[in-house]
Protein backbone atom coordinates (compact mmCIF):
# COMPACT_ATOMS: atom_id res chain seq x y z
CA UNK A 1 0.00 0.00 0.00
CA UNK A 2 1.55 3.32 -0.78
CA UNK A 3 2.75 5.98 1.79
CA UNK A 4 0.23 8.66 2.00
CA UNK A 5 1.53 12.36 0.78
CA UNK A 6 3.57 14.08 3.34
CA UNK A 7 1.11 16.82 4.45
CA UNK A 8 1.78 20.74 2.86
CA UNK A 9 3.69 22.91 5.40
CA UNK A 10 1.97 25.91 5.56
CA UNK A 11 3.49 29.07 5.53
CA UNK A 12 5.85 30.78 3.16
CA UNK A 13 6.70 28.28 0.19
CA UNK A 14 10.30 26.49 -0.34
CA UNK A 15 12.62 29.21 -0.86
CA UNK A 16 11.75 31.60 1.24
CA UNK A 17 14.79 32.82 2.97
CA UNK A 18 15.00 36.23 4.09
CA UNK A 19 17.21 37.38 0.83
CA UNK A 20 15.08 36.22 -2.01
CA UNK A 21 13.71 38.76 -2.36
CA UNK A 22 16.95 40.29 -3.28
CA UNK A 23 18.33 37.82 -5.40
CA UNK A 24 15.33 37.36 -7.65
CA UNK A 25 15.70 41.13 -8.13
CA UNK A 26 19.04 40.87 -9.22
CA UNK A 27 18.12 38.02 -11.06
CA UNK A 28 15.68 39.39 -12.75
CA UNK A 29 17.70 42.31 -13.59
CA UNK A 30 20.15 40.11 -15.43
CA UNK A 31 17.44 38.39 -17.23
CA UNK A 32 15.46 40.76 -18.38
CA UNK A 33 18.46 42.79 -19.75
CA UNK A 34 19.99 39.82 -21.84
CA UNK A 35 16.78 38.25 -22.68
CA UNK A 36 13.63 40.92 -22.81
CA UNK A 37 10.27 40.63 -20.90
CA UNK A 38 8.92 38.22 -23.29
CA UNK A 39 12.07 36.15 -23.45
CA UNK A 40 12.64 35.68 -18.98
CA UNK A 41 11.13 32.81 -18.39
CA UNK A 42 9.91 33.07 -14.57
CA UNK A 43 11.74 29.91 -14.21
CA UNK A 44 15.04 31.03 -15.19
CA UNK A 45 14.46 33.58 -12.95
CA UNK A 46 14.21 31.88 -10.16
CA UNK A 47 16.59 29.46 -10.80
CA UNK A 48 19.60 32.43 -10.98
CA UNK A 49 18.06 33.13 -7.82
CA UNK A 50 17.83 29.93 -6.28
CA UNK A 51 14.60 30.39 -5.05
CA UNK A 52 11.71 28.40 -5.79
CA UNK A 53 9.39 29.74 -8.59
CA UNK A 54 6.26 30.13 -5.92
CA UNK A 55 8.40 32.95 -4.35
CA UNK A 56 7.90 35.34 -7.46
CA UNK A 57 4.01 35.20 -6.94
CA UNK A 58 5.01 36.00 -3.14
CA UNK A 59 7.12 39.05 -3.54
CA UNK A 60 5.81 40.87 -6.79
CA UNK A 61 2.26 39.29 -7.73
CA UNK A 62 3.22 38.16 -11.11
CA UNK A 63 6.19 38.91 -13.67
CA UNK A 64 4.66 42.47 -14.80
CA UNK A 65 4.78 43.31 -10.72
CA UNK A 66 8.42 41.76 -10.87
CA UNK A 67 9.41 44.07 -13.64
CA UNK A 68 7.66 46.91 -12.49
CA UNK A 69 9.97 46.33 -9.02
CA UNK A 70 13.10 46.15 -10.80
CA UNK A 71 12.16 49.66 -12.70
CA UNK A 72 11.45 51.25 -9.53
CA UNK A 73 15.28 50.56 -8.49
CA UNK A 74 16.72 51.99 -11.73
CA UNK A 75 14.33 55.25 -10.72
CA UNK A 76 15.09 55.34 -6.99
CA UNK A 77 19.12 55.22 -8.40
CA UNK A 78 18.36 57.99 -10.92
CA UNK A 79 16.10 60.56 -8.37
CA UNK A 80 19.51 60.32 -6.39
CA UNK A 81 21.24 61.64 -9.56
CA UNK A 82 18.33 64.34 -10.02
CA UNK A 83 18.57 65.41 -7.16
CA UNK A 84 22.35 66.54 -7.26
CA UNK A 85 21.58 67.31 -11.17
CA UNK A 86 18.91 69.96 -10.11
CA UNK A 87 21.54 71.81 -7.27
CA UNK A 88 24.20 72.04 -10.19
CA UNK A 89 21.32 73.54 -13.05
CA UNK A 90 21.04 76.36 -10.57
CA UNK A 91 24.45 76.89 -8.71
CA UNK A 92 25.87 80.19 -8.64
CA UNK A 93 28.46 79.03 -10.99
CA UNK A 94 29.80 79.71 -14.87
CA UNK A 95 27.50 77.86 -17.38
CA UNK A 96 30.79 76.02 -18.65
CA UNK A 97 31.20 74.39 -15.31
CA UNK A 98 27.71 73.34 -14.39
CA UNK A 99 27.75 71.96 -17.98
CA UNK A 100 30.71 69.96 -17.53
CA UNK A 101 29.98 68.90 -13.64
CA UNK A 102 26.71 68.08 -15.31
CA UNK A 103 28.11 65.83 -17.62
CA UNK A 104 30.51 64.33 -15.67
CA UNK A 105 28.26 63.28 -12.63
CA UNK A 106 25.98 61.91 -15.58
CA UNK A 107 28.90 59.66 -16.70
CA UNK A 108 29.58 58.41 -13.60
CA UNK A 109 25.93 57.73 -12.49
CA UNK A 110 25.64 55.18 -15.71
CA UNK A 111 29.11 53.81 -15.31
CA UNK A 112 28.31 52.21 -11.25
CA UNK A 113 25.38 49.99 -12.66
CA UNK A 114 25.98 49.45 -16.22
CA UNK A 115 23.33 46.87 -16.12
CA UNK A 116 20.65 49.58 -15.04
CA UNK A 117 21.62 51.37 -18.33
CA UNK A 118 21.28 48.27 -20.38
CA UNK A 119 17.53 47.32 -18.89
CA UNK A 120 16.52 51.02 -20.11
CA UNK A 121 18.60 50.96 -23.06
CA UNK A 122 16.30 47.80 -24.23
CA UNK A 123 13.03 48.73 -22.70
CA UNK A 124 12.86 51.97 -24.59
CA UNK A 125 13.03 50.73 -28.28
CA UNK A 126 10.34 48.88 -27.45
CA UNK A 127 6.86 50.51 -27.74
CA UNK A 128 4.52 49.90 -24.95
CA UNK A 129 3.36 50.20 -21.61
CA UNK A 130 6.52 49.48 -19.70
CA UNK A 131 8.49 51.91 -22.20
CA UNK A 132 5.46 54.54 -21.15
CA UNK A 133 6.47 53.49 -17.46
CA UNK A 134 10.38 54.83 -17.73
CA UNK A 135 9.45 57.57 -19.93
CA UNK A 136 7.21 58.87 -17.39
CA UNK A 137 9.01 58.16 -14.39
CA UNK A 138 12.70 58.26 -15.58
CA UNK A 139 13.30 60.33 -19.24
CA UNK A 140 11.27 63.11 -18.60
CA UNK A 141 12.28 63.71 -15.55
CA UNK A 142 15.13 63.99 -16.96
CA UNK A 143 15.00 66.16 -19.56
CA UNK A 144 12.43 68.43 -17.20
CA UNK A 145 15.55 69.03 -15.02
CA UNK A 146 17.98 69.64 -17.50
CA UNK A 147 16.96 71.22 -20.58
CA UNK A 148 17.11 74.62 -18.57
CA UNK A 149 20.89 74.17 -18.58
CA UNK A 150 21.10 72.91 -22.38
CA UNK A 151 19.58 75.75 -23.75
CA UNK A 152 21.76 78.13 -21.70
CA UNK A 153 24.71 76.35 -22.72
CA UNK A 154 23.82 77.09 -26.26
CA UNK A 155 22.93 80.55 -25.56
CA UNK A 156 26.77 81.28 -24.52
CA UNK A 157 27.96 79.40 -27.22
CA UNK A 158 28.90 76.30 -25.78
CA UNK A 159 26.85 73.62 -27.96
CA UNK A 160 25.60 74.08 -31.05
CA UNK A 161 21.85 75.34 -31.04
CA UNK A 162 19.84 71.91 -31.70
CA UNK A 163 16.50 70.52 -30.08
CA UNK A 164 18.03 70.10 -26.43
CA UNK A 165 15.61 66.89 -26.42
CA UNK A 166 18.25 65.53 -28.68
CA UNK A 167 21.01 66.71 -27.03
CA UNK A 168 19.63 65.15 -23.46
CA UNK A 169 18.50 62.05 -25.10
CA UNK A 170 22.13 61.68 -27.49
CA UNK A 171 24.63 62.62 -24.18
CA UNK A 172 22.85 59.23 -22.59
CA UNK A 173 22.74 57.39 -25.61
CA UNK A 174 26.22 58.00 -26.45
CA UNK A 175 27.98 57.46 -22.71
CA UNK A 176 25.69 54.34 -22.89
CA UNK A 177 27.22 52.88 -25.73
CA UNK A 178 30.72 54.26 -24.70
CA UNK A 179 31.04 52.72 -20.78
CA UNK A 180 29.54 49.54 -22.17
CA UNK A 181 32.01 49.18 -25.08
CA UNK A 182 35.05 49.50 -22.61
CA UNK A 183 36.47 46.35 -23.68
CA UNK A 184 36.23 46.84 -27.58
CA UNK A 185 37.73 50.53 -27.02
CA UNK A 186 41.15 48.82 -25.20
CA UNK A 187 40.88 46.26 -28.13
CA UNK A 188 40.99 48.51 -30.78
CA UNK A 189 42.74 51.15 -29.39
CA UNK A 190 45.45 49.29 -27.31
CA UNK A 191 44.85 51.57 -24.43
CA UNK A 192 42.60 50.27 -21.17
CA UNK A 193 40.86 53.30 -20.12
CA UNK A 194 39.03 53.92 -17.08
CA UNK A 195 35.86 55.77 -16.32
CA UNK A 196 37.96 59.18 -15.52
CA UNK A 197 39.70 58.88 -18.53
CA UNK A 198 36.99 58.09 -20.32
CA UNK A 199 34.72 60.83 -18.67
CA UNK A 200 37.48 63.65 -19.63
CA UNK A 201 37.95 62.26 -23.66
CA UNK A 202 33.73 62.81 -23.95
CA UNK A 203 33.80 65.96 -22.47
CA UNK A 204 37.13 66.96 -24.43
CA UNK A 205 34.80 65.63 -27.82
CA UNK A 206 31.68 67.51 -26.47
CA UNK A 207 33.19 71.29 -25.24
CA UNK A 208 36.77 71.36 -26.29
CA UNK A 209 39.77 71.16 -23.49
CA UNK A 210 39.74 75.08 -22.48
CA UNK A 211 36.13 74.15 -21.88
CA UNK A 212 36.90 71.02 -19.60
CA UNK A 213 39.46 73.05 -18.61
CA UNK A 214 37.21 75.97 -17.02
CA UNK A 215 34.95 73.28 -15.87
CA UNK A 216 37.67 71.81 -13.52
CA UNK A 217 38.26 75.03 -12.13
Known amino acids: MPAPDAPRRR???????????DRLLEAALSAFTRLGFDGASLRTIAGEATCDVSMIAHH?????????AVADLVVLRHEAWLRTAEALVSAPLPVEQRVFRLIETMIDSLAE??????FVTREIAE???RRDHLVERLIRRGVETCVPLWREAMAAGLFRPVEPVVLQIGLFGAFAMVLSARDVIAELSGRALGVEELRRELCCALLGEIVVQRGRN
Open 11 to 21: GRPRGGDSDCR
Open 113 to 118: VPAYVM
Open 127 to 129: PGE
Open 60 to 68: FGSKAGLWR
